[in-house]
């Protein structure tokens, strides 16, 4: 071989080697990308079906209810427009309460129930992750123009 095709050749095994290697990082970081979405994503089939993906909102006022077992916990994530009901078996962060903001990672079964494998409570009043901060936002604005809609029939003076 001339040296002009061994160097042909080794970049030729260089690049192989190098798209091996780039879709082995990728097919890893495919399975293990979490996802975050909204109660309203969620309500609209935006989440994924069949994955596992991280909700986040507020635990609504008066939904905690604690099973017999003591580890199994149902409650309720909203985002102040629409809400999702979560079961959660484990043992809850201490800062988990009602009117708190919370993060479940799990997924959503047939009947619009998200079970959750992980719960995480937001510590500090001050953040929320931008994505969540600009999701509430964009619930507030849905419902504020839910509520402010034409009305069907028009008023006569």
């Not at 009901?85 to 079964?109: N, R």
Request: aromatic share 6%; glycine share 8%; net charge neutral.
């Amino acid at each position: 071989m001339k040296p002009r095709q061994k160097r042909f050749l080794f970049i030729v095994v260089g690049l192989a080697a190098l798209s091996l290697a780039v879709g082995l990082v990728l097919n890893a970081l495919k399975g293990n990308v979490n996802l975050y979405f909204t109660p309203t994503q969620v309500f609209n089939n935006e989440a994924p079906q069949g994955r596992s993906f991280r909700i986040g909102g507020l635990v609504e006022e008066g939904s905690i209810k604690r099973q017999e077992n003591g580890l199994t916990v149902n409650f309720v994530i909203t985002d102040t427009h629409r809400s999702i009901p979560v079961v959660f078996t484990g043992i809850l962060p201490d800062l988990f309460k009602e009117g708190k903001g919370v993060v479940a990672q799990g997924s959503v079964d047939a009947n619009g129930l998200m079970r959750a494998d992980e719960v995480l409570a937001k510590h500090d009043e001050n953040y929320m992750p931008p994505e969540a901060a600009d999701a509430m936002k964009k619930a507030e604005e849905a419902k504020a123009a839910a509520n402010t809609a034409e009305p069907a029939v028009p008023v006569v003076k």
